[in-house]
Structure formats: structure tokens, C-alpha cells
């Protein structure tokens, strides 16, 4: 199905009943991530998936996809569904816009799940850490895709998962360099809602990889003490939903 929104078309699934589950992809990544998980979720719940702005077969709005602007979209996809609540488990990128859709229409909130994800902004590093990838896009794209999406993994799985892998350089691969800087820019820019996951009042998870590259462990348990989240800990890397399959299923089980 696709949202037709501000001259640009996006891309988004519908499937099951029950109450709302929306899940949002990572950086680099699109709604197929989720798809293993979609029969199970589905039995209970109405499950959407989007391609958020610039990923999948979503079209681009703006030289800049700040996560507001994502938020935004996905509020715009729940109207056209006439889906006033839902929970919201967001990976990584996904839980940024799942904080930034919390902040800005707190009723249509029911749930924030963080899978890989925090509530942090870029530390001034990251920041520079940024702008030098997106000059690498704009010169080699492929060299660019194939060393961070590798570097999402834990370092032992890097070759049990490598088909995997593959598949999620392909993927990327298709994305234009315009959302692939885009989406860049807008987590570079992105604030800090620490303050919107402590006061937010509905269930809250945390779902952290203990060998996580991208996101410290223990920054990310200290923040889910903080904020007095649900905490759970999978043995793996960033990229849960493939180095932890089966756990996350059992945990998605829990989610209503």
C-alpha cells in the first residue's frame, strides 16, 4: 500500500487485527526486516510496517529526513488506516522516530520498544563521524554501505551471518544516495528526548545487544534504569533481529 503525502509517495504494510503494532527499520534497512516476525505478530495484532522516508520504496521528501519529519509521515500513514493508538517498536533509526512520533502526538502512543536504540543525541564524534560518511556516500557508495552495515554485527557472528549480510548490502544498494544522506543528516541533528522516554507513562522496553558496536551496553542499561524501563539484554550485536531471532520472537510475545 502507499501514502501519497507532500508530492511524495511512501510505502507501508497493513496486516493482521487486533490493537495497533507499528514496526520501524534501521538506518539502511527497510520494512522486510520485519517480515520474519509479521505471522506471529499478526495473530494478535494489526501489524504496520513502513519504509520510512528515502528507504525501500519510499520516495525522498527533502534534502534532510529529520527524525520529526519521519514521525510525521508514519502519524500520516496511522490517519489514512484510521489507526488512532499504537504501540511502536522502533530499531535503532526506528526508535528515534518512535521517540520523536512520542513527543509530538502523545495520545496515538500506546508503547515504545527499543530494539538497538536510545533516547541520546549524537555526542560531537558522532557528529563528525557523520558528515565523514556522508562525504564517503557521495564519492563511494558501495565502500561506504559494505563496511557499515558489516560493523553493525558483533564481530564473532560477522561470518555466521554472512549470507545475511549480503543480503542487507543488496538491499541498501538500491537506496538512492539522496536517502542515504538524508537520513544521515537528520539523526545528526536529532535531540535529545531522554526527557520524553522518563515521563512517558505507557509501557517501555529496551531490548539491548550485549556486544553492540554502534550502541555501548552499558550506556543503554544505565539509560533503561534511568528511565525506569523493562530491560532486556540478548547476547549479540546491533542487529538483533537477525543475530537473535528466535529470543525476539519470544520477546515480541510479551509486547500488547
Keep these: 500500500m502507499f501514502l501519497n503525502y507532500k508530492s511524495s509517495k511512501f510505502h507501508y504494510t497493513r496486516q493482521g487485527k487486533g490493537k495497533a503494532l507499528v514496526l520501524l527499520h534501521g538506518f539502511l534497512e527497510n520494512q522486510s526486516m520485519w517480515e520474519p516476525f509479521i505471522p506471529d505478530l499478526s495473530e494478535k495484532h494489526t501489524v504496520i510496517t513502513i519504509d520510512l522516508p528515502g528507504h525501500g520504496k519510499s520516495e525522498c521528501l527533502g534534502y534532510i529526513h529529520s527524525m520529526e519529519l519521519m514521525a510525521e509521515v508514519v502519524h500520516a500513514v496511522l490517519t489514512q488506516e484510521n489507526i488512532n493508538q499504537a504501540t511502536f517498536i522502533g530499531h535503532s533509526m526506528g526508535g528515534y522516530v518512535a521517540l520523536a512520533f512520542a513527543e509530538r502526538y502523545p495520545k496515538n502512543s500506546n508503547g515504545i520498544v527499543l530494539l538497538n536504540s536510545n533516547s541520546k543525541p549524537d555526542s ?75 515521563k512517558f507513562s505507557k509501557p517501555k522496553i529496551i531490548i539491548a545487544g550485549t556486544k553492540d558496536p554502534i550502541m555501548p551496553f552499558d550506556e543503554v542499561k544505565n539509560l533503561a534504569i534511568y528511565c525506569k524501563c523493562n530491560f532486556y539484554a540478548l547476547d549479540g550485536g546491533h542487529m538483533s533481529t537477525i543475530e537473535n531471532r528466535d529470543e525476539m520472537l519470544k520477546l515480541m510475545h510479551f509486547i500488547e
Design 124 to 198: 560531537a564524534e558522532r557528529k563528525q563521524n557523520r558528515n565523514r560518511a556522508i562525504e564517503l556516500v557521495k564519492k563511494h557508495k558501495d565502500a561506504f554501505l559494505s563496511m557499515a552495515i558489516t560493523n553493525l554485527f558483533a564481530e564473532e557472528n560477522r561470518e555466521k551471518f554472512v549470507t545475511a549480510i549480503q543480503e542487507l548490502k543488496q538491499t541498501a544498494l538500491e537506496m538512492p544516495v539522496q536517502g542515504i544522506i538524508a537520513a544521515l543528516e537528520g539523526m545528526k541533528i536529532r535531540k535529545d528526548r531522554t526527557r520524553v522516554l522518563k
